[in-house]
């Protein structure tokens, strides 16, 4: 697949089992199933030198953001790297990279989407929520990068891999519900990128949430994979 994305961003400084589809807030692609379940997966050996399918930009003032880590001012940490998400970020990073040629348990993460729109769709930014059953306020995201090429009306399974799971998401009270599931589960569409160069964004989502892992995503030639982990 040959996609080639220009992220037109301003930069803000800063089990098993199938789920019913789920629609936000007309988003331009729906949802017709999900669900995550745990796997094992052998890292791909990349060369280097090749580029992948996706190869990105975050841009808008982006000399003076690289200017501004290149002499930050003393003191100065970016509120971002203490955010749940930057360190969740930083953790599968690490891990990652301790276990570069070894088989490593984790998380598929599987959506069936559909491209409700006119016009032919290559880049998702999705999510996997977990929403605590006893307290919806608790809740824990799986955020990914896909290169698709999904032409109107079509469908498309998109699969992505996290060394994270629902684990940190569930409760005491949660657990102690033996009624039914300790989280309630939800896939939403974040962001979607066209080939003709125009984007449909979440109005409450912002792509700062997910810098660090998006820069970690692109650090690396694009093998075989259509997703991979923010």
């Not at 007309?26 to 997966?41: A, D, G, H, M, W």
């Not at 059953?133 to 995201?141: E, L």
Request: aromatic share 8%; net charge positive.
């Amino acid at each position: 697949m040959r996609i080639l994305l220009l992220w037109t961003l301003l930069l803000i400084l800063l089990h098993p089992g199938q789920n019913p589809a789920t629609t936000a807030e007309n988003s331009p692609v729906e949802i017709l199933s999900f669900k995550f379940y745990k796997t094992r997966q052998v890292k791909e050996k990349t060369d280097p030198t090749e580029t992948g399918p996706v190869a990105a930009t975050i841009s808008g003032d982006r000399n003076a953001e690289r200017n501004r880590r290149a002499n930050p001012t003393p003191g100065e940490r970016d509120p971002y790297d203490d955010t749940v998400d930057a360190r969740s970020a930083a953790l599968e990073r690490s891990v990652q990279e301790s276990r570069a040629a070894k088989p490593v348990d984790g998380f598929a993460y599987r959506a069936k989407v559909q491209n409700a729109s006119a016009k032919v769709i290559e880049i998702l930014f999705w999510e996997y929520q977990f929403v605590d059953s006893t307290n919806p306020a608790i809740m824990s995201r799986r955020q990914f990068l896909c290169a698709v090429n999904i032409k109107p009306a079509k469908e498309k399974e998109i699969q992505a891999f996290s060394l994270s799971g629902s684990s940190d998401v569930v409760s005491v009270g949660a657990l102690a519900n033996k009624a039914g599931s300790p989280f309630q589960e939800k896939a939403v569409i974040n962001r979607v990128e066209y080939a003709d160069g125009t984007i449909w964004q979440r109005k409450d989502w912002s792509p700062n949430d997910v810098r660090l892992g998006y820069e970690r995503a692109l650090r690396t030639p694009w093998g075989t994979e259509m997703c991979r982990s923010l």
